[in-house]
């Protein structure tokens, strides 16, 4: 079993619609979460991070945590053609940081 | 915005030939990375270092080397390249001992071909 586990995708939903994108893991010492975005060809970039419990949200962006069930979730809200990427989730543990394999979502326009 | 700059952006070399990845960060981060990635595959962590003559072993075996001699400089060294070793290389950086540091940043990578 991997540590950070995300379903590879791809994801694909239309315009203007919520994408949902979830990961677990399987360390309960694990301490901050994060998700980062990656264009092909491109190098990952950090989307938001996330510490406590609950939601935590940024424009069009909502990052959902509960650590009881070892979930972490990422919602687009009016998902755009742009947002086409691959979706790290990365958690870290310690002085570890853990990346999942990532899931591709594609934005039909 | 990152201020990590990885030189070269493309390489095609010859097999056994001896290369050298260069990667430096204007941030003053004392965590650096060099991660592997083929094309639609994950990030797999090859080596990092805390800091000034620190260096680490990652999750993923890889033939490389790497040298830190000073805070804002983490080359990576393939001593005699193979046809294997034809991926992208991304050096990153990170705070250390922040409460918030964990942040990740990434150069642009570099693509190296072995032929």
């Known amino acids: 079993q991997k540590e950070v586990e995300q379903n590879s995708g791809p994801l694909s939903v239309p315009e203007g619609a919520i994408a949902s994108l979830n990961c677990t893991y399987s360390?309960?010492?694990?301490?901050?979460f994060f998700w980062y975005r990656q264009y092909s060809g491109k190098s990952p970039e950090l989307i938001m991070s996330?510490?406590?419990?609950g939601d935590k949200e940024d424009g069009r962006f909502t990052a959902q945590l509960n650590k009881a069930s070892q979930y972490v979730s990422l919602l687009i809200r009016d998902s755009q053609p742009s947002d086409s990427a691959t979706y790290l989730c990365?958690?870290?543990?310690?002085?570890?940081?853990?990346f999942g394999a990532g899931t591709r979502l594609f934005v039909k326009a | 915005e990152a201020d990590i700059y990885q030189t070269p952006r493309y390489l095609v070399i010859g097999t056994g030939k001896k290369i050298t990845l260069e990667c430096s960060q204007t941030?003053?981060?004392?965590?650096m990375y060099w991660y592997q990635q083929d094309p639609g595959m994950e990030l797999h962590l090859i080596h990092y270092?805390?800091?000034?003559?620190?260096?680490e072993k990652g999750d993923l075996s890889s033939e490389s080397t790497v040298s830190r001699i000073r805070t804002e400089h983490f080359p990576l060294t393939l001593e005699s390249a193979r046809p294997s070793h034809t991926s992208q290389y991304l050096c990153?950086?990170?705070?250390?001992?922040?409460?918030?540091?964990?942040?990740?940043?990434f150069g642009e990578g570099s693509w190296l071909t072995v032929v």
């Open positions: 990153a950086s990170s705070e250390f001992g922040h409460p918030n540091g964990n942040t990740i940043y």
């Open positions: 360390d309960r010492g694990s301490q901050s």
């Open positions: 996330i510490y406590s419990n």
């Open positions: 990365a958690v870290v543990r310690g002085f570890k940081t853990i």
């Open positions: 941030m003053g981060h004392d965590k």
């Open positions: 270092s805390y800091g000034v003559n620190s260096t």
